[in-house]
């Protein structure tokens, strides 16, 4: 018997025009520096150097979404779904949106359409996401959903409906339930090292 989980949307639908990028706050973390110009002696532009305190999962769960609304962190509770348009995660390449997504409490994202590299993200992180533009449509702030990646089923508790998505092939599955790619490869060479 295949477990499923039951989700509640507290946002209303995200429209494509908002991306689902995620923005992190200039911290005391990230430190100034300033470089001399070696033939002139004159001072350089100030860059800024990332120490990496502001990509803490923590910190970057705080600022979650909050261009698209900004209580979105306050009001996640653990396991809610977020239901999003076209293209959802466009403009975020690197993997912090999905991970601020999963570190916000999120246990799923259900939309149209992903942005391929959010996809590969979400999945590298262990955010678990489907495509399923019927749930989409079928969808309202306040719904529970019952989602079933590993056979593509989103349920709409409060309208009955059922709606069909690609379920994840095996091998996501795995890494997505292991908690991101990182876990899965490091549990991976465990058990080999362990059969050798």
């Known amino acids: ?12 639908l995200l429209l494509s025009a908002c991306s689902g990028s995620v923005t992190a706050p200039i911290t005391a973390a ?7 110009n070696a033939s002139t002696g ?17 910190a970057l769960a705080e600022h979650c979404l909050e261009d698209l609304d900004p209580a979105f962190s306050a009001g996640v509770r653990p396991g809610d779904v977020v239901v999003a348009g076209e ?3 466009c403009g975020s ?18 939309a149209r359409s992903f942005a391929r590299i959010f996809y590969r993200n979400a999945i590298n992180v262990g ?6 533009p019927a749930a ?12 079933d990646l590993e056979a593509g089923i989103v349920r709409n508790l409060d309208t009955g409906r059922v709606h069909q998505a690609e379920p994840y092939p095996p091998f996501m599955m795995d890494i997505v339930r292991a908690g991101g790619l990182v876990p899965y490869t490091r549990a991976r060479l465990a058990r080999q090292t362990e059969d050798s």
Do not use: W, Y
């Open 1 to 12: 018997m295949k477990k499923t989980m039951v989700f509640l949307i507290i946002l209303a």
């Open 30 to 36: 990230q430190e100034e520096t300033t470089s001399t």
């Open 42 to 58: 004159a001072a350089a532009e100030t860059n800024t150097v990332n120490t990496g305190a502001e990509s803490a999962p923590e």
């Open 87 to 89: 293209n959802f995660g």
């Open 93 to 110: 390449s690197r993997e912090h949106a999905p991970l601020a997504i999963r570190a916000a409490g999120t246990g799923c994202v259900v």
């Open 127 to 132: 955010l678990p996401i489907l495509e399923c």
């Open 136 to 147: 989409v449509d079928d969808a309202e702030a306040g719904h529970r959903l019952e989602v």
